[in-house]
């Protein structure tokens, strides 16, 4: 079956760096998206990998390793604002976006 | 604001009646997904459509239903509702169904069910 796994929760520190992982099992590989939720907000995009190596946007960068079936989503200079969930997506051979439960992250003073 | 438009925004009904979700989606996108999220869940996939044919279909109950209109615009029905149905139900859409095509989310219709 497909599968993806991340952590249920984390939690970090004002200023400080974060690492959120996500490793998948699925029938092939399109590409992952990461997202972000606020609690009862829309997931809003914020990164794609499609190919091995790390993307770097602003304070968020997306690593990814296809022969591992790993990526992780990266956080500096974390802010208050960042309490958010993370979902992890990766889109299968029949270009079907599979999602994670999501890694509830919890900044705290 | 993501240019995906949903309503109503909040729904209250009871069990065993029909409900219907609206979405519009981005101007130009012709990609229009349905995900269920209930409190504290992940998103559920619940069903795909591609310039009005049905492309994907996820965990999708039997009581529920979709269709995609030839202006793109998308309704959800529900029908004979439980009160396990209650959740939020979002509406994504994509230009199209390419690998690197992001989704952009509605803000969500929250349906409680009594």
């Known amino acids: 079956g497909q599968n993806i796994d991340q952590p249920t929760e984390m939690t970090a520190t004002e200023g400080a760096i974060v690492q959120i992982n996500c490793t998948y099992q699925t029938s092939g590989f399109n590409g992952l998206f990461w997202y972000q939720q606020h609690a009862g907000e829309a997931p809003t995009f914020l990164s794609y990998?499609?190919l091995d190596g790390l993307e770097e946007k602003g304070r968020f960068s997306s690593f990814l390793s296809r022969s591992k079936g790993y990526s992780y989503l990266l956080l500096k200079e974390l802010q208050m604002k960042d309490s958010a969930s993370y979902l992890c997506?990766?889109?299968?051979?029949?270009?079907?976006?599979?999602w994670g439960a999501g890694t509830k992250l919890i900044i705290k003073p | 604001d993501s240019g995906v438009t949903q309503t109503p925004k909040h729904l209250i009904t009871a069990t065993g009646q029909r409900v219907t979700l609206r979405c519009s989606p981005r101007s130009g996108d012709l990609s229009v997904y349905w995900y269920q999220q209930s409190l504290d869940q992940g998103l559920q996939f619940l069903i795909q459509y591609y310039n009005g044919e049905e492309r994907a279909k996820g965990n999708i109950l039997e009581r529920f239903s979709a269709q995609q209109f030839p202006d793109l615009h998308s309704e959800l029905n529900l029908s004979s509702l439980e009160l396990g149905d209650s959740a939020l139900y979002f509406c994504a859409s994509s230009v199209g169904t390419g690998s690197s095509y992001e989704q952009y989310f509605g803000p969500g219709t929250r349906l409680t069910v009594t």
């Open positions: 990998n499609v």
């Open positions: 997506a990766v889109r299968d051979s029949n270009y079907q976006l599979i």
